[in-house]
């Protein structure tokens, strides 16, 4: 199956590179995922339960960074391994500059083997769909946050984490939008940019990471609860 479509983002195409070529940040994009092991910053795993329809599969992925040209073009070969399925996918992204951000034009090649993929295209495709949809709208996330957006806002004329401890954003000091109110008063922070939406994207109920968990009938015996959260580590950590 292939898939492919374009994404905008209201930020810096260096910051946009700096989230995909991120091990660790694109490890959290993927919908299910339960841990990840970085080897370096070309070579990294993950344990993920895939949303299948009927229920979540677990699989283990390797990925390798095959190719890159800082900071417009990467590819990424992904190989995973579980209980009736074997998974292919092949995703490669270019990225341009553009008026007020970024513009992403993405594909990829996702191939699957085993009695899952004896389900056909059919019915693999929307699925497919659906949890690229959820890739992209988590990975808008993690740029906004690289960039100081509404997901990690900083706030302005003091340290990350100021709003939580010194009362409402922008008090005693300008607003975001370059001044003070003049009367003593805080004056409200400037609104956060709204997401972008690329043409073509299909809606997602469900955020990343978050897919309704079942049991597949290929193995109704593997599943274990869910942990509390996705858990790394590095084979370079003491």
Not at 49 to 61: D, E, N, R, T
Not at 92 to 109: I, P, V, Y
């Amino acid at each position: 199956m292939k898939v492919s479509g374009e994404k905008s983002f209201a930020a810096p195409r260096s910051v946009v590179w700096e989230v995909l070529n991120d091990p660790e940040r694109m490890a959290k994009l993927m919908p299910g995922i339960e841990s990840f092991d970085i080897a370096d910053e070309r070579n990294w795993s993950a344990r993920v339960k895939v949303p299948l329809g009927l229920g979540a599969i677990p699989i283990s992925f390797s990925f390798e960074k095959t190719d890159e040209r800082e900071p417009e073009y990467a590819r990424l070969v992904a190989k995973g391994k579980g209980v009736g399925a074997i998974v292919s996918m092949d995703t490669q992204f270019n990225l341009s500059e553009a008026a007020g951000g970024t513009a992403m034009q993405w594909e990829a090649d996702v191939s699957i083997a085993g009695p899952v993929g004896s389900m056909g295209q059919r019915v693999l495709q929307p699925i497919v769909n659906q949890q690229v949809g959820n890739v992209l709208s988590a990975l808008e996330k993690q740029v906004e946050e690289a960039a100081g957006g509404p997901a990690g806002q900083r706030e302005a004329g003091g340290p990350a984490g100021q709003r939580e401890a010194g009362g409402p954003a922008g008090q005693g000091g300008p607003t975001e939008a370059g001044g003070s109110s003049g009367s003593g008063e805080p004056a409200p922070a400037a609104a956060g940019g709204s997401q972008s939406e690329a043409s073509g994207e299909l809606p997602s109920e469900a955020a990343p990471g978050g897919a309704e968990e079942g049991i597949h009938p290929a193995s109704p015996e593997t599943y274990s609860e869910d942990p509390e959260g996705p858990t790394h580590s590095t084979r370079d950590e003491g």
